[in-house]
């Protein structure tokens, strides 16, 4: 007689308990937060970034408001279910960019985020006790949310990167926020040249091709935003990515 194959009660209970202890600690969106105030990064970004988006990492250093909001994000959930899409949002989008100082200012970098070693693949980053990097955040978490703006919302310490916007992202400005980081930044010169006919864009453009091109081509995008009309058949290049750090 063949048995037929059967996994006991015991083992099945087993693997489930496994399972779920796999799952990730701050993702667990039937259970209301508390929504984090991002008035202390505010106050950081004020005293220390200029409006061209020129940072002073040693004054940031010494700030314990700095120190403090790290801990608040750190401490936070930003996966409950009373969080709207704007909060959670505007939550990663502070918490790239306060971590990526964090980053700069840890490693002691004196010229390019390129001194350290894969620093998009650090997980350095804990968040509701979850380590995480800043390459997790960026691609598993604020790309998914299908907001191509975000990219010139996060920086990267570098002259090349969109600027780092001395206010916080607040979740009832964010649209507004985002709207003019993105205006800003297509039509830098330093970081795109516009010809109705001819386009050197930043390399972010290429990048993240698949992001901007998602409902149209990339020039419908970049004419959404652009002071300049350009032609749809208008041949497109890519600039130099310059890393130098933005100080």
Known sequence: MKLKPFIPFFYTLIIFCLSVMTLPLNQNPTEESELVNHKLWDEVLLDNVSESGIVNYKGISNSNKFKKYLDQLSHSNPFGSNWTRNDQLSFWLNAYNAFTVKLIIDNHVKSSIKEITNPWGLDFIEINN????LGQIEHD??????????????????KSCPMLLNHAYQSDQLDLQLT???????????KNSLNRKELSLSKIFKWFMSDFTSENDL???????STLEISFDAHISFKKY?????N
């Open 242 to 246: 310059d890393w130098d750090l933005n």
């Open 219 to 225: 020039i419908y995008f970049i004419n959404r935003y």
């Open 141 to 158: 978490i604020l790309r998914m949310k299908q907001e191509p703006r975000v990219h010139f919302a996060i920086v990267c310490a570098s």
């Open 130 to 133: 979850e380590l995480m990097s």
């Open 180 to 190: 003019s980081q993105t205006k800003l930044f297509i039509n830098d010169n330093n």
